[in-house]
Structure formats: C-alpha cells, structure tokens
C-alpha cells in the first residue's frame, strides 16, 4: 500500500468516527411520513434522501432494502392530497416499481392492510389484481413469504387504529378471486349475502371478527378546503355518502 492510500485510509477512518459522534441518519425513499405522528404530515421527496429521525412503526410501516426505509402504508392519515388507489385486504408491493429504480428481478413485499384502504400507488405490474367498485383486490396466490410475514405485519393494523382517515367505500363483498383475509375494519359491512351469484355456491357466511369489531365513523377531513380539488377522479361519486351515510352504525 502506498504512502497516499494509507493516509487517505486514516483520513476516512476519522471522518467515519466523527460520524459516530454525529447524530445518526435514517436513509429513506420516496413519499413517507414526517414524523410518524398523522399531524406531521409527510415527505414527498422521492429520491434516497436521509432524515435524522427514525421512522416511526419502522417495523409493520416500512419495508427495507439496503438499509433504505421505503413507506409501503397507506398515506391517508397523514393528510395525503395526491391521486390514490382503492385496495382491499392484503397484496403484493413491488417496492423497485414504487421508489422507480429497475432492477433484474422485482422486489416484492406485501401489504397486509386490513379490509379497505389506500395508497399512493397504483397495483404493481406482473401481479394479478381484480377491480370491483373501484378497488383493487389481488387475485393471485400467497407465496410462503407472505405467510411468514403475517403474524408480526399484521400489526400496522393496530398502528393503524387509533389514526383518523376515511376508507374506501364499498358495498359488496370481495369476489371470488380474492383469497385474502375478509375482516371488516372500516364504516361499511358489506353483507355477502347480497350479492347474488347465479350458479354459484351460496356466499359463505360472515367471519367471526365480523360481529366483534367496533365500526368505525367516517373521520374529519383534515383537509376541508382542498380535498375536493384533489379527490381522484375515480372516487368521485363515493364522496357524496361520505358523511352522512354510515352514522349511527356503531
Ligand atoms: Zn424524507
Ligand atoms: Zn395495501
């Protein structure tokens, strides 16, 4: 080794421990949120940027590849404008398609929101989805992967619960290609029994969670005097029950 390289080696020894000393930096990618808390708001800054704040529910809210956190949640909460995209249940996220970076081989992560929900982004290409009243529900089957994340990435659920945002409306139950959980969370109890497959088998019954779950009210608009402006088209005409529809259902 020469002179030159052994004192650049020293020189970037120190540098590194003088970073130990400095505050520690969280790399992120893409739209997350600020803070974590709902009134904080959230960072559009798409490229790998780096935050001295930790990320909140960094476990079941994040997904992480390379030590960058990538924000896989739906940003409603956290006072979301932009164009968004109606899911139900549990689904494929290609993370290398969300923070638009390409990749040989697609790196994918699964969301295990719930019943109704949003996003950001739309459904990932290369994966199987069904649309039904404006919301998207995977069609395809769950790798192993997926069952192994479950029991701890379930809980953005819970994460999930105590935050104020309004969900997806929907009216009937998901369709037959959905092989995913059915646990009703939202403001709306889609009744399987209305709808009527005609030679089908009979809709199957109710899950239990379904009697035991506290119904939630539709949430305040944080955003009252913009969100009309900004309503994605595709939603429009769910708007108009938004408040008054399901009241007193609790
Ligand atoms: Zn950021
Ligand atoms: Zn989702």
């Not at 699964?110 to 739309?122: L, M, Q, R, T």
Request: net charge neutral; proline share 12%; with cysteine.
């Amino acid at each position: 080794m020469s002179r030159m390289n052994l004192a650049g080696l020293l020189a970037m020894l120190l540098l590194a421990s003088a970073g130990v000393v400095e505050a520690k930096q969280w790399r992120y990618a893409g739209m997350h949120p600020r803070t974590g808390q709902p009134a904080d708001g959230l960072c559009h800054m798409e490229m790998v940027h780096v935050h001295t704040a930790a990320p909140l529910h960094a476990d079941t809210l994040y997904r992480t590849r390379e030590n960058v956190y990538v924000f896989i949640g739906d940003p409603t909460p956290f006072g979301y404008e932009g164009p968004r995209h109606a899911y139900y249940g549990h689904h494929p996220v290609v993370l290398n398609v969300l923070v638009n970076i390409s990749v040989d081989r697609d790196v994918v992560e699964y969301c295990y929101h719930d019943g109704p929900h949003y996003h950001s982004y739309e459904p990932p290409p290369r994966h199987e989805f069904v649309e039904k009243e404006d919301v998207s529900y995977y069609a395809g089957e769950y790798p192993q992967e997926y069952k192994q994340g479950s029991p701890s990435l379930v809980r953005v659920n819970t994460v999930y619960r105590s935050w104020s945002a309004p969900r997806p409306v929907i009216t009937v139950g998901p369709p037959p290609e959905y092989r995913g959980p059915v646990i009703q969370v939202g403001l709306n109890i889609p009744v399987p029994s209305v709808e009527i497959r005609v030679g089908g088998p009979p809709p199957p019954p109710p899950p239990p969670e379904w009697e035991g779950r506290v119904v939630r009210e539709e949430r305040v608009h944080v955003h009252h005097d913009h969100c009309d402006h900004h309503e994605h088209k595709k939603h429009k005409k769910h708007k108009k029950h938004k408040h008054k529809k399901y009241k007193g259902r609790d």
